[in-house]
């Protein structure tokens, strides 16, 4: 997850998505590289494996890709008859202005080939939102750097203001350019969850599944299980991009 500038709703979006992995059983790792402001570990490090990684250190990135080669495939330890089972679905938040991590992790190791054919892997970037010219500029980049060696979400933040409020990158040359090309980047709407609710799990440190099990807010119940709803209809039409091909939503 990216939105690589503060403050556009990426973490809530990797909420949402650890949320749905949660309720629909998916066996996941999840990533928290966003070390100034550690939002999924925050909220969800009690109910999955959050674990933290600092992109900016250099040789953590080295540390990222030999773990995720253990996680896939397990090392049987001593003791053990068998090896646990590997994973294969993994989600990392990435921190603001981080596109630079994946410059020079590409420059000096080839990250996207050795993702794709020494683990089979494929990446989704899923890229958050407003409604400014930055959003679209950092997106632009993103996808200048990229090319075609991972999918694309595009994620319209509904805080922001409604479906028709995003013009700025709704008539950028970026989409002008897909369009033309018959690629265009699909697209999908988050829902707003009102302030009430969310400052509510944000003083508690509850994930949404405890936003709605808690019993002393129950306007916080109702408003934070109908925005999963919401959320779990919104990445519907993406969830073969989001690790959730073979899942009912």
């Given at each position: 997850m990216t939105g690589d500038k503060g403050g556009v709703g990426k973490s809530t979006f990797a909420?949402?998505?650890?949320?749905?992995?949660?309720?629909?059983?998916?066996?996941f790792v999840a990533f928290d590289a966003d070390t100034s402001n550690p939002q999924i570990k925050r909220f969800y490090e009690k109910e999955c494996t959050v674990l933290p990684l600092d992109i900016f250190k250099r040789g953590q990135a080295d540390?990222?890709?030999?773990?995720?080669?253990?996680?896939?495939?397990?090392p049987k330890q001593e003791g053990q008859e068998n090896a646990e089972p590997g994973k294969s679905l993994f989600l990392l938040e990435l921190p603001p202005q981080s596109i630079q991590f994946f410059r020079?992790?590409?420059?000096?190791?080839?990250?996207?080939?050795?993702?794709?054919?020494?683990?089979?892997?494929?990446?989704?970037?899923?890229?958050?939102?407003?409604?400014?010219?930055?959003?679209?500029?950092?997106?632009?980049?993103?996808?200048?750097?990229?090319?075609?060696?991972?999918?694309?979400?595009?994620?319209?933040?509904?805080?922001?203001?409604?479906e028709e409020s995003f013009e700025r990158y709704d008539n950028s040359s970026l989409v002008t350019e897909l369009k033309e090309l018959k690629a265009p980047i699909p697209e999908i709407y988050m829902p707003d969850l009102i302030a009430h609710a969310y400052d509510y799990l944000d003083e508690n440190n509850y994930s949404y599944a405890m936003g709605i099990?808690?019993?002393?807010?129950?306007?916080?119940?109702?408003?934070?299980?109908?925005?999963?709803?919401?959320?779990?209809?919104?990445?519907?039409?993406?969830?073969?991009l989001l690790g959730l091909e073979n899942v009912s939503l």
């Open positions: 909420r949402g998505l650890l949320q749905t992995y949660l309720d629909t059983q998916q066996q540390i990222f890709l030999d773990r995720l080669k253990n996680l896939i495939d397990p020079s992790f590409e420059y000096e190791m080839g990250f996207f080939e050795m993702v794709g054919k020494d683990l089979d892997l494929r990446v989704t970037m899923g890229a958050v939102i407003n409604r400014t010219k930055d959003s679209v500029n950092q997106l632009s980049h993103l996808r200048d750097f990229c090319g075609n060696n991972v999918d694309y979400v595009v994620i319209k933040n509904l805080f922001f203001g409604d099990t808690q019993t002393e807010k129950l306007s916080v119940k109702g408003r934070v299980s109908k925005w999963m709803e919401n959320f779990k209809n919104s990445i519907r039409p993406v969830k073969n």
